[in-house]
């Protein structure tokens, strides 16, 4: 396959509560930085990732697309999917070989509605939305699959909210507390607190990408699986979409330093680590993660952005970024990285 | 390009008002296994799956991949959901085909639809405040007022409209999967139908369907189909719906994604060397509009050429042999139907509806406030 890297991403300050800017307010800084850090106004394809329901209105990408200045007209396509397909479908573009650039984003506005009812609408409308059962109570049938235990749960809660307090971009989160269930054995807090916000990546091939910048996180491996929708379909204690997705993209070829997982609910983090195999030696979501900021629709970008950045900073030489979409991590996908001399 | 990309399966379902017989999974797979059957092979044979449709709003239910990834075989494969307004048919094969173009897959199985049954897709396009203060009801209403311009400019008589509804449906008898079929169709007919959205009267607008359509898409090495559709160009073009100089009668967009496929596919005279066209024309008038915004006829010239004829089956140039989005429109799925329809006819495939000798065809889709734009060349010679 062609070399394609990562070569900038930025990302909003995620706000828990509506701060009165529109989905195409909240994507204008992040773009004017990544353009920034790259010296490019022109991309050879341009991808975005968002979902109409956040707003209740169709067409949410299309005043975006105003946002960006697509003048002159661009090459552009959208995935109504977290902006993490964006980023795959670019991907896909820049292996024809006669483009070298292109820009990814994502956003949501998850303020201007109620996000766990919302998420029931993707479920199946004539055999399990009549079932009432909301997204936060699907998942907590495969914690309660996963046999997690609560001391697990609450460290990965601690860790990823400590993690959040120290990331400018995350929301500022205190320690886990309390005894109350969401729905059982889940806990408010093992939710991934929902959040407005966008990112932006630009992907690069070649020799754009080494001049773009010091350290591209070149993509060494990319992958997606999308497994039954039906609970029933599938054995909720393991994700084999995220293991197959993980083994197509290469993630056990070597020692993984960070890895950046799409854990809407903390036992995700045990299925999804296993699935990955990741060992005791990989840093699991150290920007906190989507427990401590979940700007839904580019929560999966961030992921592949967080871990991108780990090697443009420098500190990182193979990193691993993941999104997750659907019901029970119905659909994954998975990113390896790697620096230059990685 | 990349590598090479062909089409060797299409699959159709018929296009109606109501399918209350199938539910959205049955009515994708339905489309799904009749492409599948067309190519000689089974779900065990794809690699990946796309999936298309419009805003999810028209059937009620979000991110419909997640639950249609079991009726289309995805499971245990990589699955994806384009949505680009009406021009996701086109942008839901552009994406299939780039998934073979960059190397990544061998087949490719696209499929798009649209249950409109299931909603009503004149109201979940009516945005409301706080979005934006919408001044119109449904598309109609955003596009009478283009069209209305485009008459002003060119000078274009009343009846042009007419006479492609008369043309399409005449074509949509020859197309037993078209939804409208109303014989003896002709002028006064439509004439004698209310008027909606001056000018547009009811005959000159599509219909509200329930359909599906799908494709196999495939590598070189990987064809199974002695007659393929070779892709022999792809584009997609956007731009803002509300900048203030862009023309929204004949947008760049259109132009610059029209051009890109000319330019891979090597035409410089679409006229000419094109030889049947599958154009999104949802209001009648925009057969003359996208005449002259693909490069058919010069700017002011695209009426006179729909009314010498040339654009009917039997003209030098046909356009929407099938009876197009005026005879069938599921809208999500419109798209992907132009560009079934341009690889039907370069495949020889298109039974009453063939255009003799087709080798070179295009398929064309647009959305938003036309502003999004998806293309692809397809020719029966390998390029």
Redesign the interface.
Known sequence: ?REIAVVAFAQTRHSATDDGQSEAELIVGVLDEVRAKTGLRRFGF?CSGS???L?G???S???V??AI?????????????DAA?AL??AW???????IDSALVYGFGKPSQGDLRE??T??????Y?APLGLDQVSFAALQASAAGAGRAELDEIVRRSRADGRANPYALDLPDPAGNDFEVEPLRPYDIAPSADGAAAVVLAAGDLARELCENPAWITGI????????LG?RDLARS??AA?AARAAGVGKGHVDVAELHTQFSHEELILREALELGEGTVVNPSGGPLAANPVMATGLIRIGEAAQRILDGGASRTVGHAS???CL??NLVTVMEAENG | ??NRCAIIGVGQTHYTTKRRDV???GLVREAALRALEDAGLTWKDIDAVVIGK????F?????P??????ALG????????????GSVGG?TA??GA??I????HDRVLVVAFEKQSESNATW??S??LP??ASLVVGAGGYFAPHIREYIRRSGAPEHIGHLVAVKDRQNALKNPYAHLKIQGINQKMVESTPMLWEPIRYLDTCPSSDGACAMVLSAEDKITDSTPAWVLGT?????????AD?DTVS???GK??AA?VYRQAGITDPRREIDVAEVYVPFSWYEPMWLENLGFAAEGEGWKLTESGATALDGDIPWNASGGVLSSNPIGASGLIRFAEAALQVRGMAGEHQVDGARRALGHAYG??A??FAMWMVGSDKP
């Open positions: 396959m341009t979902c109409d329901y707003a209105a169709p067409f990408f299309v005043s697309l105003d200045g697509a003048w002159p007209p661009i090459s552009e396509s959208h995935v109504e999917m397909w795959y479908e896909v573009a820049l292996q024809h070989g006669d919302i998420m609408l993707q479920l199946d409308p004539y399990l992958a997606h699986r999308i497994e039954p929708h039906y379909m084999a979409s197959d979409s659907g019901p119905q659909h | 390009m990349g539910s959205m999974a419009a805003p999810d709003l059937e009620g239910v979000m991110m991949e997640s639950y249609l990834a079991d995805a499971s245990g494969k990589p699955m994806m959901r384009v949505h680009t307004a942008s552009l994406v780039s998934l173009q960059g190397g990544v979940a396009l945005t409301h979005f934006s584009a997609m073009r956007s731009e803002p719906i509300s900048r862009r947008p760049q967009a610059d994604c890109d938003g406030g502003q999004f």
